[in-house]
């Protein structure tokens, strides 16, 4: 007979409207049986040891239909990124003992039925709470929302909202990595302070301490004599060449972004609209910013993707897994050598995780959010 | 001595702040020699005999910096796209008698200083306002944008806004011809019949006619039973062959939109984000419901962005003039075998152009507006 234990989780009371709350979740206790039963073909039962607190998740915890994500199931654990270890497995591919992150319950034990989102972690001289963030899902975020959608080349400006969190600190390094200049936008001095000193940042900003986003984005972004040049650079029919020449003409400082890394949504969109330069391409990760909202802010400058010929382009990291291995080969030896920071916020124990979910979005959290459940 | 004459023409009376009205234009009569100065090199003389009525026109009616285009000035005529006959030439390209088509004055004759934008006409067995539409700059237009911006396939679904005016016509006819399922709007039951009868659109609706844009869509995009198939469709880790397999088990009947060409802007936007499939395509060509509001509308359902992962690329026409030729042999022959059609509103006489173009605004015009200003 296989050990049954107490199994603490987190519970969704409801769905949500509005701004979650610390009590829209209940910490409940069952019992599980350590062993995979026998009619779950292909299942594993892990102990669940760091759990991540995701934007996205917001979305779960409300009544929706027809999204790429299903809702939470209200009185049932809610379910997440985490990291894991393999008590038993049905799985070929898993064995006792392994560790693997991806998506799990929040509770200390799970039997995951579903296998496919699974990841057997491989390097484990990582810390591995890295696997909830720079090695886990933000991370494969950040690596295809910055190479694959964003088109980015040596040289060119880049934007980033949300900038230290779990995604914006990386696609920030990666950007200087490739030789951009590169601005963050976040919500506290400290905050700001990281993206400066730990990150490489070029210049950041708290944009709850602008009142003028637009005026704020210029200060970054727009050089001086700016509207002599963009001007000729914006009249009709000007060729790439003449561009490259302006480039060149004007290259002490830049002159408008040239990539816009959304994770903010409404008014920083708005603002950065009216500071792209022609051509520009926005990845648009998350809008952090609606997701409590009841009626969403409206875009009023979408006029600018036309007169600035820019891209504007959704993505989900779902899409892109098949490049893991690729990112995983890329980044582990940039973590080794230390030419990459990750900063990570990990809340103590399953009772903090609510928490520190609710704490993401009024921005609590300094860099990547995740919660400690067991230390093995 | 060079024959003078007299030359009416278009006045544009101050910059124009909302909806644009007739008076703020002004016939004047002036006087011109018809013969190249002598200080103008490579310019060319012209007598014009259609001018174009354009959407973009409204933006340059206003007082607007660091655009793509200049504003008109105040106390001189209007300038746009027009079909001209040359009368003198400077320039080597030109002479005396060629037919051209490009930026001209609104006016009877015109000296044009800048002939890097005009096009000399070589088919003449076509007729010569073509040249101010299916032939011309909105021709273009649909042509790069549906082809270069949308990356339509056989078989996609394609919604057009404004679908009957001087690009969308073409738009849905190029969308047929690739074999699409084809849906446009447009604010009259005249038109609504246009698109169905004259274009081979499948399907068309009177925007004005629906008080809910969304249902409106869902009648013609989705399909009964699509919630089923597409929440299976929209769930995590969805690859593309399940999509494929979504899509042969569900092409009978469309469930969601492809490729929207966007010339409409604010609620129908928001209306058509509702509606699109994963991994559709929006070409932002306009937003002629915007150009006259003094405060645009938001657009509230952006993150639709994201969770469908849709690429939203705004385009211009003048970033492709260099795929003219390529255009111009595609589509002539196909104008001549009466294999796309192409309605036009010619207004008659230069008196008429203010009022023809003020016409765009409230939908007036059946078809690519033009002006007829000579008849050689």
Known sequence: MAEEVSNKQIVLKDYVKGYPKESDMVLKTSSIKLKVPEDCHDAVLVKNLYLSCDPY????????????????????PITGYGVA????????????????????GWEEYSLIKSTEGLFKIQHTDIPLSYYTGILGMPGTTAYCGFYEVCSPK???????????????QLVGQFAKLLGCYVVG??????KVDLLKSKFGFDDAFNYKEEPDLNAALKRYFIKKGWSRLACRERKLRTTSSSRDNERSLGNVLPDGIDIYFENAGGKMLDAVLLNMRNHGRIAACGMISQYNLEETEGARNLFCLITKRIRMEGFLVFDYYHLYPKFSDMVVPLIRQGKISYVEDIAQGLESAPAALIGLFSGRNVGKQAVVVAHE
Do not use: Q
């Not at 998740?57 to 049932?76: A, H, L, Q």
């Not at 040596?154 to 914006?168: C, D, L, M, R």
């Not at 936008?185 to 400290?190: H, L």
């Open 57 to 76: 998740m917001r979305n779960r915890m409300s009544k929706i239909e027809g999204s790429y994500v299903d809702s939470f199931t209200p009185g049932s």
């Open 85 to 104: 270890r393999v008590v038993d497995s049905c799985h070929p591919n898993f064995k006792k003992g392994d560790l693997i992150w991806g998506i799990t």
């Open 154 to 168: 040596e040289g060119e400006t880049v934007f980033i909202s949300a900038a230290s969190g779990a995604v914006g």
């Open 185 to 190: 936008s976040a919500g506290s001095k400290d």
